[in-house]
């Protein structure tokens, strides 16, 4: 996820519990106009190997739609070791949907077939990508699925919301439930799932599906890939973090940023009221932050 699953909070992670989790999707690398493989873009450096030694094995993602520049990054990260990338068809953003970018492809299966034809042979990663049902309709799915039947993905993952609905709304797992026969490749289940519950239910309902990806959960509570929730963990994992932040970020301001993205989500994986883990976003001094953060996870 943008901003929150960098490398900085994976190598965290990576420290507090590890092997907890097998592998994570870096955030996407946008395709731009004559792509330059350059470490000045820190969409990149996220995901140099050597700053990523002690971090959760990752696979890196791509956003765009252009094919010679999809296979030159592709190439590029197979020359790092990356021996997968995945290809993001799911961002719902509407800057990005406009440009038939993201989940703005998922209305045009004809395109995704030309740019799979055109980068497949080309490439030397095999290839997973990211999906939703679609961007305005759910038919959209069922038009794009004898797509990417006929190309050899590693997997499909499948967040069964429509772009339009961007977050809100709850996952349509009924519609998860129709197209999940039809796809040849393993499908992996992303959407909502925040507690152990969340995930068995999805185990449940849906046997088939060959793994489960989570979002927005894992700051919900850091601890659920670990089978329960311990808050002592969360709040250990929630010190470290900050004190990374703190490390690495050079400035106070982009630490106080930093600090209150992550605590937006963080403070739901501690036993607080929503008011108080306001008090945090409320505040003006990184002192005041620290503060109260340190009293939360005392
Ligand atoms: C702030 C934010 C940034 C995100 N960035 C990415 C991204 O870079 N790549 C991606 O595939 N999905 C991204 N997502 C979507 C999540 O991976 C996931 O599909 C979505 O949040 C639904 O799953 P969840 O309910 O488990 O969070 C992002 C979501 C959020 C909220």
């Not at 961007?135 to 993952?157: A, G, Q, W």
């Not at 108080?276 to 503060?291: G, I, M, P, S």
Request: hydrophobic share 40%; aromatic share 8%; glycine share 6%.
């Amino acid at each position: 996820m943008q901003g929150l699953t960098e490398v900085l909070f994976r190598r965290v992670y990576e420290e507090c519990f590890p092997g907890a989790l097998p592998l994570a999707v870096a955030p996407f690398i946008a395709l731009t106009r004559n792509l330059r493989f350059s470490t000045d873009n820190a969409q990149i450096r996220d995901v140099l190997p050597e700053n990523n030694h002690d971090s959760i094995p990752v696979v890196p993602q791509i956003l765009g739609k252009e094919p010679e520049e999809f296979i030159l990054l592709a190439n590029c990260l197979y020359d790092l070791g990356y021996n997968e990338v995945n290809w993001n068809m799911g961002c719902p953003m509407r800057t990005v949907t406009a440009k038939h970018r993201g989940c703005g492809l998922m209305p045009h299966p004809d395109e995704v077939r030309t740019i799979l034809d055109t980068i497949l042979p080309r490439m030397h990663t095999r290839l997973s990508v990211k999906i939703r049902l679609g961007l305005k309709e759910k038919d959209e799915v069922f038009r794009m699925v004898p797509v990417l039947n006929d190309y050899p993905l590693v997997s499909v993952t499948v967040h069964p919301r429509l772009g339009r609905q961007q977050y809100t709304g709850v996952p349509d797992l009924e519609a998860f439930g129709q197209m999940l026969p039809f796809l040849k490749a393993p499908v992996i289940y992303n959407g909502d799932i925040c507690t152990i519950e969340d995930a068995h239910n999805i185990r449940r309902r849906f046997p088939q599906v060959a793994d489960l990806m989570v979002g927005r959960g894992i700051l919900y509570n850091p601890t659920l890939p670990l089978g329960a929730v311990d808050v002592s963990l969360n709040k250990h994992f929630i010190r470290r973090l900050m004190e990374a932040i703190r490390t690495t970020l050079p400035t106070e301001e982009s630490v106080m940023r930093k600090t209150k993205e992550y605590w937006s989500l963080l403070w739901k994986a501690l036993p607080i009221s929503e008011m108080e883990a306001r008090k945090v976003l409320r505040a003006q001094e990184l002192t005041t932050v620290d503060n109260l953060i340190e009293e939360f996870i005392q």
